[in-house]
């Protein structure tokens, strides 16, 4: 039997989805993201996944702590070291003795790591440059713009 309240509220979802500012920019992100990580997959690293990504860009190019990446992963140390022994297996990070204290670990990208990554900002400009081929300079450079006003009215104390 069909809810009639969950009914109106999912045609009202509906109706309502498409034009708010969330929806229109969460769906831009996540094909705009898909496309890059599928360009790194064909520049030869077919393995990598959009979950990685949320990881990798919270690495420091000397390497970081695994009890850090998870604190600015805002996940447990578990999930984060499961992440990383993956990105291990694959060949993209590597644990390393920490200089500062010898017991501990950082996290660091391998030359692989560092040459997807290169691939990655290779992708991510190939698209910026497809899509402004499709609606135009003026459009991305208002874009850009408009972002990063939104940026700072979202986290008006973030660098």
């Known amino acids: 039997m069909t809810n009639p309240a969950r009914t109106q509220s999912q045609a009202l979802v509906a109706a309502r989805q498409r034009d708010t ?3 229109v920019l ?3 992100s996540r094909l705009f993201h898909d496309r890059a990580v599928l360009a790194v997959q064909e520049a030869g690293f077919p ?4 979950s990685w990504i949320g990881l990798l860009r919270h690495l420091d190019p000397e390497g970081v702590r695994s009890s850090t990446l998870a604190a600015r992963l805002g996940v447990t140390r578990q ?3 499961q992440l990383v022994t993956e990105l291990e297996r694959h060949g ?3 644990r390393v003795p920490d200089p500062l204290d010898g017991r501990a670990k950082l996290v660091r990208m391998t030359d692989r790591g560092w040459a997807a990554w290169a691939a990655g900002l290779q992708a991510l400009a ?3 440059a497809e899509l402004t081929a499709a609606v135009g300079p003026d459009a991305i450079t ?3 713009a408009l972002g990063h006003d939104l940026v700072d009215a979202l986290a008006p104390d973030a660098p």
């Open 26 to 28: 969460g769906q831009a």
């Open 47 to 50: 393995e990598v996944r959009e």
């Open 21 to 23: 500012l969330g929806h």
């Open 126 to 128: 190939n698209l910026q």
């Open 92 to 94: 993209y990070l590597e």
């Open 79 to 81: 999930a984060t070291g």
């Open 142 to 144: 208002t874009l850009l």
